[in-house]
C-alpha cells in the first residue's frame, strides 16, 4: 500500500489517459500539480480567447505560479489570460499567438517543474525533524508538487512533513530515515528528470524492460488468484516485498513474479503499464485512491465482489469491494496483458 513511483508518460497506457475515461476533468482542477499536468497536457484543443471551462482555469493557475497572471482564477479566457499568456510566449522564445497550444502548455508545465525543484539544487545538507528554514519549506513545495504534502509550506519539520517524506521513501525504495538526507534530495530530482519529457509516444525503458520479460498471454487467471491465496496472514511491512513482509504493491509484484511474470514496483507504474477493463474478471488488478489522488492501493480481483490485498491493518487479507470504505476509494480495474 501507499506506493506513487514515477508516472510514465505512455498515452494509451497513462495514468492520465485512464483518469480521463472516468473522471471530469474538473475533478483534477485542484490536484497536486504533477497528476494535474498528466492531465493536462493530454487537452486536445487548443485554449484560446473566448473559451470557458476548467481547463483555463488550470492554466491560470500556472501562469499565476509563474507571475504572469494575477487575476481572479475565473476559468474565463479573457484579455488578462491573453496578455499573460503572451508575456510568457514572448519571454520563452515561443510563437507570440495569445492561444495555448500544446507546445505552449508542455513549456509552461516544464516551468511549473523548474519553480517546484530547482531551489532543491542549493541544499547541501541532512535535516532532522524539529529544522526550520527556507530549504525545509522548498523540500515541501517538492513534495507537494509529487503529491505527498498537502499542508501550507511553513519551513518547520514538523510531523506532517516527516509523513509525507515516509510515503516519499517507501515509494522510491529508500531507506525510510526521519531525516532530509542526500538521496532524498536525489530522488526528488531524478523524479524531476523522468517527468521532463512530454512526448506521449516514447516509451520509457521500464515499460520496454517490462515488455521482455512478460509472455503474449494473458496471465492465467486461476494459477494467480491461487498464488495470491497462499500469502494470507502475511503481514504488512512499509516497503516490503517477500513473505516476511509486504506492502500493497510489493505483494502484487511478488506474486506476480511467482508466474514468471514482471511488473513494475509502484501502484502508480503498475496502474500507468496495465490494460483498462470494462468488466471485472477474476485475476483483474483493482486500484483505490487512499492517501492521495490517484492510485495509491491495489490488490487482485476474486470474484463475488472480492479482493486480496496487503492492507496496512491487517496485512495480505481479502476484502469486500462492496465495502463502504473501499467501494468510496474504487478508481478502476486493469489487466496485465501484453500485446
Not at 225 to 240: L, R
Not at 245 to 259: A, E, K, M, P, R
Request: aromatic residues 12%; hydrophobic residues 35%.
Amino acid at each position: 500500500m501507499l506506493a506513487s513511483g514515477q508516472i510514465q508518460h505512455v498515452v494509451k497506457h497513462s495514468m492520465a489517459y485512464g483518469y480521463i475515461l472516468s473522471h471530469p476533468f474538473s475533478f483534477y482542477v485542484d490536484a497536486y500539480p504533477l497528476l494535474q499536468n498528466e492531465i493536462f497536457q493530454q487537452t486536445e484543443m487548443q485554449l484560446s480567447y473566448g473559451q470557458h471551462n476548467e481547463s483555463i482555469r488550470v492554466l491560470q493557475q500556472k501562469l499565476n505560479l509563474l507571475s504572469y497572471y494575477e487575476k481572479d482564477l475565473d476559468g474565463e479566457f479573457g484579455i488578462f489570460t491573453e496578455y499573460a499568456l503572451k508575456r510568457y510566449q514572448a519571454e520563452h522564445h515561443l510563437t507570440v499567438s495569445g492561444e495555448a497550444n500544446k507546445e505552449t502548455i508542455a513549456a509552461i508545465i516544464r516551468s511549473e517543474r523548474d519553480k517546484y525543484l530547482t531551489p532543491l539544487q542549493s541544499i547541501d545538507r541532512t535535516y532532522y525533524i524539529g529544522e526550520t528554514g527556507e530549504d525545509i519549506k522548498s523540500i515541501q513545495k517538492a513534495l507537494y508538487y509529487f503529491g505527498y504534502y498537502k499542508d501550507e509550506a511553513d519551513g518547520i519539520f514538523g510531523p506532517k512533513t516527516n509523513q509525507a517524506l515516509h510515503y516519499f521513501q517507501v515509494d522510491n525504495g529508500l531507506e525510510v530515515k526521519q531525516e532530509i538526507n542526500p538521496q532524498v534530495i536525489t530522488a526528488l530530482s531524478e523524479n524531476s528528470s523522468h517527468q521532463s519529457q512530454f512526448n506521449s509516444n516514447e516509451k520509457k525503458e521500464t515499460n520496454i524492460a517490462v515488455a521482455k520479460d512478460i509472455t503474449n498471454e494473458s496471465v492465467n487467471s486461476s494459477e494467480l488468484a491461487k498464488t495470491a491465496k497462499q500469502y494470507i496472514g502475511v503481514s504488512y511491512t512499509w516497503g516490503g516485498s517477500s513473505p516476511s513482509g509486504f506492502d500493497c504493491s510489493g505483494y502484487i509484484n511478488y506474486v506476480f513474479n511467482q508466474l514468471h511474470v514482471t511488473i513494475p514496483r509502484t501502484v502508480s507504474d503498475i496502474w500507468n503499464m496495465a490494460q483498462p477493463v470494462k468488466s471485472l474478471s477474476i485475476g483483474d488488478l483493482v486500484f483505490f485512491e487512499t492517501y492521495k489522488k490517484g492510485p495509491s492501493h491495489m490488490g487482485i480481483y476474486l470474484g463475488n465482489k472480492q479482493f486480496i490485498h496487503a492492507s496496512e491493518s491487517q496485512g495480505v487479507q481479502i476484502s469486500a469491494m462492496n465495502m463502504d470504505y473501499w467501494q468510496q476509494r474504487y478508481l478502476g480495474a486493469k489487466r496485465i496483458k501484453i500485446k
